[in-house]
């Protein structure tokens, strides 16, 4: 068996964490990152007949049975991933009957994973029904996007048509544009059902006062949303407050995501 550390979806997950907190979005535990696995991809490096222990999920995941995730524990803090990746991450099958995570790897302090899995788990399953290609989940609080939904109104459209117009990039890289979720109790099912709800839509949901969810085909795809997401609300919270006269015209993002091939969301600049 080799070993799990030298794995290379190990080795871009461990990076991926260091990365969101070097961008100061992850302080303390906040934040939480889950990854979708071939069996394939992991048989070198795990035997998948030798579960470690098995973890209620408080939740009915049925239609990912079978399926491998590699997910941040919870509590852990992003800063101590890389090195200490044994004990921060662990890797776990969902069980036959949907109820159960079966852990294969990690979690070494007894740990379990994110009190976020619901949304988590719940947003793969509406993302794999949009995209079967899709791959990852990531949580976490960046800064300018929190500031934003203090003094910008909790609205889909109005979100996404004010995030659009703060960068030339935004429209082609989330033409989906965002959800936005009203602040609600986090870790629990029921922000895990809007949360889900919402990704049928979108692969970006804004957590009010809290954070935001990205879903990607690839670590660097929902890391590259979250950055692009969050460039374009530290813009808008420089420029909230002073004199603006100019901006990206409507005919002028219709310019762009006809340029780019993109089809954006309807209802927003249309
Ligand atoms: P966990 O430590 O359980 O992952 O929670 C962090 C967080 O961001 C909650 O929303
Ligand atoms: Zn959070």
Not at 16 to 25: A, I, Q, V
């Amino acid at each position: 068996m080799k070993d799990m550390l030298t794995a290379p979806f190990l080795k871009a997950f461990s990076k991926t964490t260091s990365n969101m907190y070097r961008l100061g979005w992850d302080e303390r535990n906040g934040g939480n990152l889950s990854l979708l696995l071939d069996e394939e991809e992991i048989a070198p490096y795990v035997d998948l007949n030798a579960v470690k222990r098995r973890f209620e999920l408080g939740f009915d995941a049925k239609e990912l049975h079978g399926k491998y995730f590699i997910v941040t524990g919870t509590q852990k803090y992003f800063k101590n991933v890389e090195g200490n990746e044994e004990t921060n991450l662990g890797l776990f099958r969902i069980s036959e009957d949907g109820r159960k995570g079966e852990l294969l790897w990690g979690y070494l302090d007894g740990g379990r994973p994110t009190s976020e899995l619901p949304a988590h788990l719940m947003s793969h399953i509406s993302r794999l029904r949009v995209d079967p290609e899709n791959r990852v989940v990531m949580h976490t609080h960046p800064t300018n996007l929190v500031a934003m939904t203090y003094v910008h109104e909790l609205e889909t459209r109005q979100f996404t048509h004010t995030l659009w117009q703060m960068s030339t990039e935004c429209i082609v890289v989330f033409p989906d544009g965002v959800e936005v979720l009203p602040w609600m109790l986090c870790g629990t099912n029921e922000i895990g059902e809007a949360t889900a709800d919402r990704m049928r839509n979108a692969r970006v949901v804004v957590w009010s006062m809290h954070g935001i969810y990205g879903a990607g085909k690839t670590l660097d795809e929902a890391f590259g949303l979250v950055e692009t997401v969050e460039k374009a609300a530290a813009i808008y919270m420089l420029t909230a407050n002073l004199n603006k006269i100019n901006t990206i015209k409507d005919e002028e993002l219709k310019v762009l995501a006809n340029y780019f091939g993109v089809k954006y969301r309807s209802g927003i600049i249309d």
